[in-house]
């Protein structure tokens, strides 16, 4: 059971944590961490209950490294100058908006889910998300503009 969901959802918190950290060594730590916090909680075979406990365990992992500065000199060199534009409009996000974003394009959370994970109503959810898109909609056109 263990490998199955290390397999299922490891890559997936990893990614997560890069997003939301912009480090490598950082998003290694808190993914693995997570994973582990998650997986020794589990007392019920359900997926969907490991799932949400293992992006609880993350968000809080994160928010906790959200003290420091966004990214690091070890920023992971993603595969493409899109990929590495969003990076940059992420880190122009305070980390709660970045973490509605990210959790909700990465991991796949739902409005639900997510705030199950941040511990808020949904209406603050559906608040911050639009506001998140908003705000990376705006850096897209004004890139578009200005470049």
């Not at 299922?8 to 950290?21: D, F, G, N, Q, V």
């Not at 693995?32 to 992992?61: M, P, S, Y």
């Not at 490294?65 to 992420?90: F, K, T």
Request: proline content about 3%.
């Amino acid at each position: 059971m263990f490998e199955q969901l290390h397999q299922l959802y490891m890559p997936r918190l990893y990614h997560t944590a890069i997003y939301l950290l912009g480090n490598r060594a950082e998003a290694e730590d808190a993914a693995g961490r997570a994973f582990t916090a998650a997986f020794l909680e589990l007392h019920v075979a359900d997926e969907r209950v490991f799932r949400l406990k293992a992006a609880r365990q993350l968000f809080a992992l994160c928010l906790r490294h959200a003290q420091q500065p966004y990214g690091s000199d070890e920023i992971v060199p993603l595969q493409s100058a899109r990929a590495m534009e969003l990076l940059q409009n992420l880190s122009e996000l305070d980390f709660q908006e970045r973490a509605a974003v990210v959790f909700t394009c990465v991991y796949g959370c739902s409005m639900r889910e997510l705030a199950h994970i941040q511990r808020v109503p949904e209406w603050a959810v559906a608040a911050r998300l639009e506001g998140s898109f908003g705000k990376l909609c705006g850096m897209r056109t004004y890139a578009v503009v200005s470049g």
